[in-house]
């Protein structure tokens, strides 16, 4: 390593200078002189608080809270509308949550973040699918990963709106199937490893009656409530359901 003897010249005998250290959460302030020796000592005791950024950001925010300037400043902006501004706007979080317990139904409807389905195999189909997700199952050529859309992202869903499709086993013999349920940013993906999806959980549904062989069906169902979606595997011929749910709002 090479000194810096430009930096070490403004280090003087005598020289008196004050370090200023303003991070996100404290500011802190030294005066140091330097010595004879070259070293340095503290000309007065370090002084500093609570005065990093983000404490000036909480200080803002809360200028803002509840501002007569900000509220006017909002209607002169959008004088064509109506302004409401709740009596303690401090705690209407708190009283929807109320309300919205007493009545979960209040809320009618949602508009869906996210694309949601199921991944599955389906019949390949050269020219349409890459061959990197080709597999042959029982001599029949699949396409892996494909992600079944039950729900597109941006449509509005109704409390307690189902959807439902059917699929069937891979095996003659297989007593289960198991559901991977995945969710997308984009609108419509192909493929459950694209980029933006991801497997929120998954099911197993029981299939003991193995008499149908690969013609039996098995049946996933999407129920959107109000806060929680519930996905539901179904064997037609058993009968025998296995559910799992998922909270709507989270991110």
Not at 130 to 153: A, Q, W
Not at 218 to 237: L, P, R, W, Y
Not at 239 to 245: A, E, H, I, L, N
Request: hydrophobic share 30%.
């Amino acid at each position: 390593m090479e000194r810096d003897n430009e930096a070490l010249d403004t280090m003087k005998p005598g020289r008196r200078f004050l370090v200023l250290d303003a991070g996100g959460g404290t500011i802190d302030i030294a005066m140091q002189e330097v010595r004879e020796d070259r070293k340095l000592q503290d000309i007065n005791r370090a002084q500093g608080g609570d005065w990093g950024a983000i404490f000036v950001d909480e200080e803002y925010k809360q200028m803002l809270e509840e501002s007569n300037f900000l509220q006017e400043r909002i209607k002169n902006s959008f004088p064509k509308y109506t302004v409401v501004i709740p009596q303690g706007c401090g705690l209407a979080v708190l009283k929807g949550a109320v309300l919205y317990g007493h009545d979960p139904d209040i809320i009618a409807a949602r508009v869906v973040k996210y694309t949601y389905g199921v991944g599955t195999n389906t019949r390949f189909i050269k020219d349409k699918h890459p061959e990197s997700k080709k597999k042959l199952i029982n001599g029949i050529e699949y396409c892996t990963d494909k992600f079944d859309i039950h729900v597109n992202k941006g449509t509005l869903v109704h409390s307690n709106e189902e959807t439902l499709e059917s699929y069937s086993p891979l095996y003659e013999d297989q007593t289960s199937a198991k559901f991977g349920v995945f969710v997308s940013d984009t609108e419509y993906p192909q493929y459950t490893v694209d980029e933006g999806c991801r497997e929120i959980g998954s099911l197993t549904v029981p299939m003991p009656n193995t008499a149908g062989g690969t013609r039996r069906k098995v049946k996933a169902k999407f129920k959107f409530g109000a806060t929680k979606i519930t996905v539901e595997g179904i064997d037609e011929s058993s009968g025998k359901s296995v559910d799992v749910k998922f909270d709507f709002l989270e991110d």
